[in-house]
């Protein structure tokens, strides 16, 4: 099982599942589209802080979901049919 609900990116033509901080340093060390971005290096650090114990597995995961969010690699799944259900359902309710 892995320690996050895995987010997927897609970086130098191809997607990545990334669902621990394992996958989210790999991911780190690819070519990114703005290699010099703050919240990049940042998320750099933070996991490698994580990694030698100094910070929470969360706050180094949302630290690499910001970063690739800000350049644009993340992939947004399309809803479920049961999401798009009930998101009709909630729409009649209001």
Not at 20 to 29: C, G, M, P, R, T
Not at 37 to 63: M, N, V, Y
């Amino acid at each position: 099982m892995p320690a996050f609900i895995p987010i997927t990116i897609y970086l130098n033509d191809r997607s990545m599942a990334i669902a621990s901080i394992a996958d989210a340093a790999k991911a780190l060390q690819q070519p990114w589209p703005f290699m010099d971005k703050p919240s990049r290096l940042e998320a750099i650090r933070i996991i490698d802080e994580c990694l030698a114990g100094h910070c929470t597995h969360q706050t180094a995961f949302a630290a690499f979901e910001a970063a690739a969010s800000e350049q644009g690699l993340l992939k947004q799944k399309p809803p479920s049919v049961g999401l798009r259900k009930f998101d009709g359902v909630a729409e009649d309710l209001l």
